[in-house]
């Protein structure tokens, strides 16, 4: 029976405790065989089961994580939605997300939360003015609702910000007012919750160890619950996708490094916009509970170790207190890490391989959870019709061969 | 955080230092005949596992001279630290005492060196 929400329910709920809601997705024993298996139970992985039992009338699915739903990087990105990339293919795939997350939560009947607050890419140098403006009128020209802002623009918008007393002052921004933040866990939860009333199978906490191919050929996955046989398998594994890949000997041009997140304790509301910064390696939002969210980079050197290194976050707490003097005296709550999978030209790889039967969505680097719902959607139609929709065609891991690569380090808030 | 040994100056944080992503990749001897595929290899392609990765580092606030180590990159444990033009260390006999399959260990997935 489909799982209802509405303002009803919420009251309901609260009378009896919450203690009555019901359970959002089955958690069955594998199978002993599907006809596709997604590797992964983040957003994306979720999302691809989704769209690949409501749009391609595939029903025997099984997503499996190793963790918990959304516990890899679904659960620690900084949730800021944009689609304001340079290339025209880039343009495209991130805003087929866009559009999607605009009736996501509609489509799903579960609140992403998703707020439209606009965000912000400042600029702090001749450089930077340069490189922003040539990304703003790609946007436009791509039909993007990109802007440039100027100094005084910006800081009516953000008036907690120093632009002006500070190492490299603020000269302008890109503004996307159809950017934002969404509650990432209501996304992995949502599209579980949808995908197993369309019948897919979500198998928690089992790890899958290898996938096994006879002649280039799958034939299924080795996992700590057992063997489990599938003609098609999408790996959707963010940061440990190259060690899978690994198991059915395919190389990816990936590099699997930490990124880290921190939040500070809640404050009443006093930045009401998403701004990002690359030059001085600041970016910042508040939530709805009032803390800020701050993304900080990636360390210098692969690791699996979901920690990253102190340097890293000082630096960038460092340009946020220049930035919003306000902010100096808060503290910090929490401290996590993610492995990223980062691409040579940073962007994603959505596309088959060498071995049939087997699909890649990765490489997503620093900035993933934006694309979740396109990205989920595209891949969902690539394995359903062994052949890439025309959005991700561009995204092709061939591209590594041909050279037709997609540069996006400028639009990349975080430097990879 | 962690601390590498400079070969030539000794142990230091590793924000003085740079890394240089993978270590022993030759430059193709053949390069007319290669493939666009080879060349995408050579170019863009490089080693990713969890474990053992053999690596180049340059002490870039210190001495400035490149250097190799090997790391285990689900633990950041540095194994070993050799010159540039040394042999690569055999390290056939490491054993990786994390047990979960993807060499992670049981509690956390991060926390290994603070909780050992």
């Known amino acids: ?416 | 955080m962690i601390l590498i040994k400079c070969p030539y100056c000794g142990e230091r944080d590793q924000s003085e230092f740079t890394n240089g992503g993978e270590a022993h990749v030759i430059r193709p001897t053949n390069p007319k005949s290669l493939s666009d595929k080879d060349w995408g290899e050579y170019v863009f392609f490089r080693n990713n596992p969890k474990g053992i990765f053999y690596e180049r580092w340059v002490h870039s606030h210190g001495c400035k001279k490149w250097f190799n180590a090997v790391r285990n990159t689900s633990t950041d444990q540095i194994l070993k630290v050799y010159k540039v033009g040394d042999k690569r260390p055999d390290l056939s006999d490491f054993e990786n005492t994390l047990k979960s399959p993807s060499g992670e260990p049981f509690v956390g997935s991060g926390n290994f060196a603070v909780k050992k």
């Open chain 1, 1 to 416: 029976m489909r799982k209802k929400y509405s303002f009803l329910s919420l009251i309901k709920n609260a009378f009896t405790n919450n203690e009555n809601w019901q359970k959002m997705w089955e958690s069955p024993e594998p199978k002993k065989g599907y006809d596709v298996i997604i590797v992964g139970g983040g957003g994306h992985g979720l999302g691809t089961a989704y769209y690949l039992a409501k749009h391609h009338g595939i029903k025997n699915i099984a997503v499996i994580e190793k963790g918990w739903l959304g516990s890899g990087n679904t659960g620690r990105n900084t949730t800021i939605i944009r689609s304001n990339y340079l290339w025209d293919e880039s343009a495209y795939l991130y805003d087929h997300a866009v559009k999607l997350w605009e009736n996501l939560s509609k489509d799903l009947n579960y609140n992403m939360m998703f707020s439209q607050r606009g965000v912000l890419n400042l600029a702090h140098n001749e450089h930077d003015i340069k490189e922003i403006k040539r990304r703003v009128s790609a946007n436009r020209l791509n039909g993007l609702d990109t802007m440039w802002l100027d100094k005084n623009e910006v800081k009516d918008l953000v008036p907690i910000m120093n632009t002006e007393n500070l190492r490299y002052p603020v000269l302008g921004a890109a503004y996307q007012p159809r950017g934002g933040v969404a509650r990432h866990d209501a996304v992995a939860w949502g599209y579980a919750m949808r995908a197993d009333e369309l019948g897919v199978d979500i198998i928690q906490n089992c790890e899958v160890k290898g996938i096994k191919t006879d002649n280039y050929k799958v034939e299924g996955v080795e996992t700590t619950k057992g063997f489990i046989k599938s003609s098609k398998i999408g790996v959707v594994a963010s940061g440990h996708t190259s060690v899978l890949a690994a198991t059915a000997g395919v190389r990816l041009p990936l590099q699997s490094r930490p990124l880290q997140a921190l939040v500070s304790e809640p404050i009443k509301p006093v930045i009401n916009t998403v701004v990002m910064s690359n030059a001085v390696h600041a970016y910042v939002s508040q939530s709805d509970k009032g803390e800020l969210v701050i993304g900080a980079g990636t360390d210098g050197y692969n690791s699996f170790t979901q920690r990253g290194g102190y340097d890293v976050i000082e630096e960038t707490v460092r340009a946020i207190v220049e930035l919003y003097p306000i902010f100096g005296k808060m503290k910090m709550l929490r401290q996590w890490g993610g492995i990223v999978d980062i691409c040579p030209d940073a962007s994603p790889i959505i596309s088959k391989c060498d071995v049939e039967g087997l699909y890649f969505n990765c490489g997503w680097g620093t900035g993933g959870f934006k694309a979740t719902p396109g990205s989920a959607n595209v891949f969902a139609h690539t394995i359903a019709n062994d052949e890439p929709h025309k959005i991700n065609a561009p995204f092709a891991l061939s591209r590594f061969s041909d050279g037709r690569l997609i540069d996006e380090h400028g639009a990349a808030a975080v430097a990879h």
